[in-house]
């Protein structure tokens, strides 16, 4: 059998290249669609904790906002009592473009959840959770 780590990258890999392909039919670029997704669940944000969940560099962060910015999808805002920060929030066309991104979220999901029963997936989700915990607990390299 595979390594965990090759076995990780390569289903994320495969399923991240479906998605991204299939948020590209709604107008959206690589990067766009994992920010869509923290806004909608989380609300007006930073940008540096939207970095952070995301596990994108700020510098990127800020360069996909700018294109986000442009097409209609978010807005920057400061405010009152905090210059050095932006605020980010999704405009009226940036949740609807969320909201159908969710359904791609969804397909995509079960497609690669097909084979497995209600109770595996659950399971394998919660091994997920275990592992990320654990490699988030490790000091940097």
């Given at each position: 059998?595979?390594?965990?780590?090759?076995?990780?990258?390569?289903?994320?890999?495969?399923?991240?290249?479906?998605?991204?392909?299939?948020?590209?039919?709604?107008?959206?670029?690589?990067?766009q669609p994992k920010i869509l997704d923290y806004l909608l669940r989380?609300?007006?944000?930073?940008?540096?904790?939207?970095?952070?969940?995301?596990?994108?560099?700020?510098?990127?962060?800020g360069s996909i906002l700018l294109r986000m910015e442009k097409a209609?999808?978010?807005?920057?805002?400061?405010?009152?009592?905090?210059?050095?920060?932006?605020?980010?929030?999704?405009?009226?066309?940036?949740?609807?473009?969320?909201?159908?991104?969710?359904?791609?979220?969804?397909?995509?999901?079960?497609?690669?959840?097909?084979?497995?029963?209600?109770?595996?997936?659950?399971?394998?989700?919660?091994?997920?959770?275990?592992?990320?915990?654990?490699?988030?607990?490790?000091?940097?390299?």
């Amino acid at each position: 059998m595979e390594s965990l780590h090759y076995l990780l990258m390569k289903t994320h890999t495969v399923l991240q290249r479906r998605i991204v392909s299939r948020a590209a039919g709604l107008g959206l670029t690589p990067g766009q669609p994992k920010i869509l997704d923290y806004l909608l669940r989380y609300g007006e944000s930073d940008q540096k904790t939207i970095a952070s969940y995301c596990e994108i560099e700020q510098a990127t962060v800020g360069s996909i906002l700018l294109r986000m910015e442009k097409a209609g999808l978010i807005a920057r805002r400061r405010r009152e009592g905090n210059r050095r920060s932006l605020f980010v929030s999704l405009t009226p066309e940036g949740e609807a473009a969320a909201r159908k991104l969710m359904q791609v979220f969804a397909d995509a999901e079960q497609e690669a959840a097909a084979d497995l029963s209600a109770e595996e997936l659950a399971s394998f989700k919660e091994m997920l959770n275990r592992i990320c915990s654990a490699i988030q607990k490790l000091p940097e390299p």
